[in-house]
């Protein structure tokens, strides 16, 4: 797994409530980045980290945001969770040389 | 913007068969084109890449070739096994930088024994 762990694997929350998930990388990546899998969508990105508190926007940031206070971790934060927020999120890291190394993912359902 | 478009699923095929998984894309500039697979359970894995027209990817015994002309990056394999079910991503990468992916939305492929 390139060394990545997410956290947590799954999770239900409730309507309303706020959400972090985290990710940490033990490869001393640059990039960092978050997408979400829904069926019928592929994989779509939310945010992504080019260094130590430097963040831009995805596709899909709308509802999300991300801090990377250190090197190796990265959280993506849902403020007010919402039932169009259940999905599957990955985190993935790699730079302009280096192919996408993603995570294994965390199943978030929002009831 | 820039957008991937695969072949609808679920394909289901017999062990030994010969597969290829259609991907076509839209794109400004010259983008790398990436299939990704997904096991149950797991994250994405990088299958292969091609940077340039022309370049052939290939890896475990599954090719694609970047078609510029064709804007396409179709996926086969000549005889599949019961291990490659699995679900297949086509994706590019835009300008220089992150690499911020954009994803088709996947084919999910069951190889019958």
């Known amino acids: 797994d390139a060394g990545i762990t997410q956290s947590p694997r799954h999770k239900v929350t409730e309507t309303g409530t706020p959400v972090t998930l985290r990710c940490h990388q033990t490869e001393n990546h640059r990039y960092m980045y978050w997408y979400r899998q829904d069926p019928g969508h592929g994989l779509r990105l939310i945010h992504y980290?080019?260094?130590?508190?430097?963040?831009d926007k995805g596709e899909v940031s709308d509802g999300y945001s991300v801090s990377r206070s250190k090197t190796e971790d990265f959280l993506l934060t849902l403020e007010s969770a919402t039932s169009s927020q259940t999905s599957v999120y990955f985190c993935?890291?790699?730079?302009?040389?280096?192919?996408?190394?993603f995570g294994n993912g965390t199943r978030l359902t929002v009831t | 913007g820039n957008s991937v478009t695969q072949m609808e699923g679920p394909v289901t095929l017999s062990e030994e068969a010969f597969l290829t998984i259609n991907c076509t894309y839209t794109?400004?500039?010259?983008?790398?084109l990436f299939w990704y697979v997904q096991y149950p359970g797991e994250g994405l894995q990088l299958l292969l890449k091609?940077?340039?027209?022309?370049d052939k990817g290939s890896n475990k015994g599954f090719e694609a070739t970047y078609r510029k002309e064709t804007t396409s990056f179709h996926l086969e394999k000549g005889s599949v096994q019961v291990s490659d079910s699995a679900v297949y991503f086509c994706a590019l990468s835009g300008p220089q930088g992150a690499q911020k992916l954009v994803f088709g939305q996947g084919t999910r492929l069951t190889i019958n024994p």
């Open positions: 993935a890291i790699g730079g302009v040389r280096s192919p996408l190394h």
């Open positions: 794109a400004t500039g010259y983008p790398s």
């Open positions: 091609a940077t340039k027209a022309d």
């Open positions: 980290s080019y260094g130590v508190k430097d963040t």
